[in-house]
């Protein structure tokens, strides 16, 4: 079963609208990774949340993490073309051995000019 | 730095040959993971290594698949024989941390 269940499973808005984006752990969340891909291209690093309540910005997206409901949610402002892609969040997973970083199905997102 | 580094970036082959994908992961990184991502099951972690010795394969879908870590600056996941639900766009990471990924630009396998 997926760990991290993302929602919406895919999104269109109209350039210059916002958005948001949630990522839901059915386990408890020690970091919350966002990650951004390009079709047919590799994994973009975006941020990074490891505390309850731990907001982190960049440029016109904002990533908040609220541990006690074991979710994250990603919000763009104003969106513009260049946001378009999948959206993918992971989470590590707390193994005896280690961590691993598992992710979830992802969010497509268009923008429309 | 150039990023991780993966080979090939297309590969189509015919049903039971042996495939080859390669990674070399960024300089100093110490741990490699690779990932396959379908439609159907999103991105999954396949198998990585810390410091070239696999920690943990229990991604790796069957026996037909097996990774090799031989030494810091190089990494092959081997598919033989190979199966049309293979296919699939392949990706190798590296990182010194875990979390923030470095992500190589993928293998797009194509098994007929």
């Known amino acids: 079963s997926q760990e991290l269940e993302q929602s919406p499973q895919s999104l269109i808005v109209q350039e210059g609208k916002n958005l948001t984006i949630n990522c839901t752990s059915s386990k408890t969340l020690y970091g919350l990774y966002w990650y951004k891909q390009k079709y047919g291209e590799g994994l973009i690093f975006l941020m990074m949340l490891q505390k309850g309540g731990e907001e982190k910005s960049h440029e016109k997206i904002t990533a908040k993490l609220d541990e006690k409901k074991q979710q994250s949610s990603l919000h763009i402002t104003a969106s513009q073309p260049s946001h378009a892609g999948i959206y993918l969040c992971g989470a590590d997973k707390r193994l005896e051995y280690g961590n691993k970083l598992v992710f979830g199905a992802g969010t497509i997102l268009r923008v429309k000019s | 730095d150039a990023g991780v580094i993966q080979s090939p970036r297309h590969e189509v082959t015919e049903m039971g040959q042996e495939v080859t994908l390669r990674c070399k992961p960024i300089?100093?990184?110490?741990?490699l993971f690779w990932y396959r991502q379908t439609m159907m099951r999103g991105l999954e972690l396949l198998i990585y290594?810390?410091?070239?010795?696999?920690?943990?394969d229990s991604g790796m879908p069957e026996d037909r698949f097996s990774a090799k870590m031989p030494n810091a600056s190089f990494s092959t996941l081997k598919i033989q024989p190979s199966e049309p639900r293979d296919s699939a766009v392949y990706f190798c990471a590296s990182t010194y941390v875990t979390g923030e990924l470095f992500f190589g630009e993928g293998s797009r396998l194509t098994v007929l």
């Open positions: 300089s100093g990184h110490d741990y």
């Open positions: 290594f810390n410091n070239n010795v696999p920690i943990d």
